[in-house]
């Protein structure tokens, strides 16, 4: 499976942030979104997921537009992470996570005993049994990480979209996010990540494409 932007431009509204972005991206790999603050990659990873909209140009999942994916097929495919995360409503860490799911229950259905065994699994990978009762509004922002991380392994994609992921963390935890991002592409699942840090790129061998700012704006 491949993920494929051909010149693609991206923005807000009449502001645009960044043009003729061309790249492709196969199951297994990794790309390094590198660049300073304000370029444009958060606006790419949230262009790829459907929370902006193109200004033009093409991204196809196997040569399938994007546009013609569903919230919920697109969600099957791709996952987002953000940089920034603000929960409001007082979610327990387990349930927080078990929402990655979502995009695998029908309407109005809970969670299936397999989706239960799939959350604990990951709970036990990450090592953040110990937070899986604590409400996500209590979380440090380490841990909100952590817990982030978690709902983008249950909800199982092709392709993770991750936007500064070790923002926050400690330097242990951000070498376990590494060693975690190592076996996900080694299980197949291709990633785009935003990052500052040359060396996560050089660590997780990554292709990199340094997005500069638009010589206009």
């Known amino acids: 499976m491949e993920l494929s932007i051909k010149n693609l431009s991206i923005g807000y509204g009449e502001r645009k942030v960044q043009e ?32 902006l909209t193109p200004l033009s140009g093409q991204m196809a999942l196997d040569g399938r537009d994007l546009a013609a994916f569903s919230v919920r097929e697109r969600a099957q495919h791709l996952c987002y992470m953000p940089q920034l995360y603000a929960p409001f409503l007082p979610f327990t860490v387990e349930e927080s996570i078990l929402m990655g799911r979502a995009p695998y229950v029908p309407l109005w259905r809970w969670p299936t005993g397999e989706d239960i065994k799939r959350l604990a699994a990951v709970i036990d990978e990450l090592d953040i049994k110990h937070l899986a009762k604590k409400e996500c509004t209590a979380l440090s922002g380490g841990e909100q990480r952590m817990m982030l991380l978690a709902r983008a392994l249950l909800q199982e994609p092709d392709f993770l979209l991750l936007d500064e992921p070790a923002t926050a963390l400690d330097s242990q935890n951000e070498a376990r996010l590494i060693t975690m991002l190592q076996k996900l592409t080694a299980k197949g699942i291709g990633i785009i990540m935003a990052t500052h840090t040359k060396k996560h790129a050089e660590e997780l061998e990554a292709a990199e494409l340094r997005l500069e700012p638009l010589t206009d704006n």
């Open 20 to 51: 003729n972005i061309s790249f492709s991206l196969q199951k297994g790999k990794i790309v390094a979104l590198m660049g300073p603050n304000g370029v444009g990659k958060s606006t790419l990873l949230k262009t790829l997921m459907g929370l």
